[in-house]
């Protein structure tokens, strides 16, 4: 709790030596208002695609058989940027959740959650170097998800919920950002929590926390990695991934959290996605069958989806 507290303090100091600039962004504001210069809001840029997938099968006395069904996903990744003289604050916004209703309108109606995600970073720079490529940085990084998760088709067993996990970072070190489209940030030491607020959950060990505790901590070295570029006119490529090892326990066994998210847009309304996740976590066990005494495993997710998209430009 220690390093909690104290990985927090640092962050948000560090707020607190920003919020004058963003005083003056304010004012700017209020200046644009009464038609004068405004200058200081072009210190901030956003970036950015929403999604709304949907996919729908409907059968009627159809002799080859088949199921109704019902899927909706929705996605959100922004990017919130600030930079003024030697002062950078990079804010990454990541969100989806999506979901399946399968026998749509039978007794036998089930519903699938398919996507399920909250992550947030945010990351403050201070340039210390004349090539303005180098900061020295405070970054603070959070995961959880917004609702239960089940290991279908079983419904009724909670395996995760918001808060169990929620997974916190931070830590302060140094950031690289050789072109305008990625950055990469180390730190040799920053502090990494899991919470697993769940009663059930907690008692139960789940996610690597000690049974019947809520809360586990790690220290060690951290690494992110961040891209987002625009391959072609209507296509972009955002992408994370982020590497981190406990200096307290089994030093070297590395957990990698890495995502991908590609865009192809049709027209101005209408693209197709493909988002995938890669996690590695020595610290979760997990049972591939019943008789299985668990173990560490890479985990894998692909969510594939065309529908209405809107781009933040």
């Known amino acids: 709790m220690k390093i909690l507290s104290l990985s927090c303090l640092v962050f948000f100091l560090s707020l607190g030596v920003f919020s004058q600039d963003m005083v003056e962004v304010t004012k700017a504001v209020d200046k644009t208002k009464t038609g004068a210069s405004a200058d200081s809001t072009k210190y901030w840029n ?8 949907v996919a729908q099968a409907g059968y009627s006395n159809w002799a080859a058989g088949g199921t109704n069904s019902l899927g909706l996903t929705g996605l959100v990744n922004l990017n919130i940027n600030y930079r003024k003289g030697k002062h950078a604050w ?6 989806g959740y999506g979901f399946q209703f399968i026998g749509l309108g039978s007794s036998s109606q089930q519903f699938n ?18 090539n303005k490529k180098w900061f020295f940085s405070v970054l603070v990084n959070f995961r959880t998800q917004f609702s239960n998760g089940y290991k279908y088709p079983d419904d009724s067993t909670v395996i ?3 808060m169990a996990p929620g997974y916190l970072i931070a830590g302060i070190g140094i950031t690289y950002v050789p072109v305008q489209w990625f950055r990469l940030y180390l730190s040799p030491s920053s502090g990494r929590f899991t919470f697993v607020l769940d009663t059930a959950l907690s008692n139960a060990g789940s996610f ?52 991908v998210l590609l865009t192809m847009k049709v027209n ?28 560490p495993r890479t985990q894998f997710k692909e969510v594939i989806g065309v529908g209405l998209a809107y781009k933040f430009d």
């Open 46 to 53: 956003v970036s950015g695609m929403g999604s709304l997938n």
């Open 268 to 295: 101005s309304w209408l693209a197709a996605t493909i988002n995938a996740s890669v996690i590695y976590d020595d610290d979760i066990m997990i049972k591939s069958s019943p008789t299985d005494p668990g173990g």
């Open 90 to 95: 990079a804010n990454i916004i990541d969100m």
């Open 113 to 130: 959650k398919t996507d399920d995600k909250i992550e947030l970073t945010s990351t403050y720079g201070y340039e210390i170097h004349s």
């Open 160 to 162: 995760s919920t918001i």
């Open 208 to 259: 690597g926390v000690t049974a019947g505790e809520k809360i586990r901590g790690e220290f060690g070295p951290y690494l992110r990695a961040d891209l987002n570029k625009d391959l072609a006119k209507n296509i972009n490529l955002t992408s994370s991934l982020e590497l981190f090892t406990n200096y307290l326990s089994n030093f070297g066994n590395i957990d990698v959290n890495f995502n």
